[in-house]
T-cell receptor, first 116, second 113 residues
C-alpha cells in the first residue's frame, strides 16, 4: 500500500502560470481533501470531496479548482498562480465521509510550491 | 465560522520535562482528533476522543476531552527528543457541512537534549 501519493514534491512557478498538483490514494477512501499549510496559520482546508463526482469548497478555495472523476484521484489546479499561493500543500484522505469522522485523515507527503 | 484555538503556539522544554498543549473550540465538538507533524514531514494521526470527559493514554501521552466537549488537552510526560514536532488538534465543523475538519494552528514543541 502506497497510501496517499502526491506529486510533485517541489515546484516553482512564475506568477500567472497554471499547474496541477496530483494526489492519488490506493486505500479506496471515499473522502479526499486538500489543505495548505503556511507558517503560523496551521492547516487550512481548500477543497474536499466525499466521493467521485462530488466536490465542495473549504475555507480558502479562491484560486483553486478540483475535480473527482475517480475514487483514487483528486487533482488540485492552480488557474493563475500568485505569490500568495506560495505554501506547502497536503492532500489527505479518509475512509469515512460521514460527519461523525470515525476514521482519521491520512496525509500525503506534501508539495512545496513557490510562486515568484 | 467555527474556530479551533491552540495554546501555546510554541513550547521549548528540557528533555525529561513535561509538556501540555491545550485546544479550545468556539462550538461543541462531536469528537476531536490529534495529529503530530515532525519537522519537514506530514501530519500523522495520533488519537480520536469522542466521549465527554474521555481520557486516553498512549505510553507517555495523555489525551483529555473536556466535559462540555469544547476543549481538549495533550500532555506528554518526561519529554524525549523524539517528541519534537507540531501537535495539532482538529474537530469536525459543527455548522453547515460537517465534512470539514477544522485544525488548530498547532503547538510546536522543541526539546533540548
Amino acid at each position: 500500500n502506497a497510501g496517499v501519493t502526491q506529486t510533485p514534491k517541489f515546484q516553482v512557478l512564475k506568477t500567472g502560470q497554471s499547474m496541477t498538483l496530483q494526489c492519488a490514494q490506493d486505500m479506496n477512501h471515499e473522502y479526499m481533501s486538500w489543505y495548505r499549510q503556511d507558517p503560523g496559520m496551521g492547516l487550512r482546508l481548500i477543497h474536499y470531496s466525499v466521493g467521485a463526482g462530488i466536490t465542495d469548497q473549504g475555507e480558502v478555495p479562491n484560486g483553486y479548482n478540483v475535480s473527482r472523476s475517480t475514487t483514487e484521484d483528486f487533482p488540485l489546479r492552480l488557474l493563475s498562480a500568485a505569490p500568495s499561493q506560495t505554501s506547502v500543500y497536503f492532500c489527505a484522505s479518509s475512509y469515512s465521509p460521514t460527519p461523525a469522522w470515525n476514521s482519521p485523515l491520512h496525509f500525503g507527503n506534501g508539495t512545496r510550491l513557490t510562486v515568484t | 465560522g467555527q474556530q479551533v484555538m491552540q495554546i501555546p503556539q510554541y513550547q521549548h522544554v528540557q528533555e525529561g520535562e513535561d509538556f501540555t498543549t491545550y485546544c479550545n473550540s468556539s462550538t461543541t465538538l462531536s469528537n476531536i482528533q490529534w495529529y503530530k507533524q515532525r519537522p519537514g514531514g506530514h501530519p500523522v494521526f495520533l488519537i480520536q476522543l469522542v466521549k465527554s470527559g474521555e481520557v486516553k493514554k498512549q505510553k507517555r501521552l495523555t489525551f483529555q476531552f473536556g466535559e462540555a466537549k469544547k476543549n481538549s488537552s495533550l500532555h506528554i510526560t518526561a519529554t524525549q527528543t523524539t517528541d519534537v514536532g507540531t501537535y495539532f488538534c482538529a474537530g469536525p465543523n459543527s455548522g453547515g457541512s460537517n465534512y470539514k475538519l477544522t485544525f488548530g494552528k498547532g503547538t510546536l514543541l522543541t526539546v533540548n537534549p
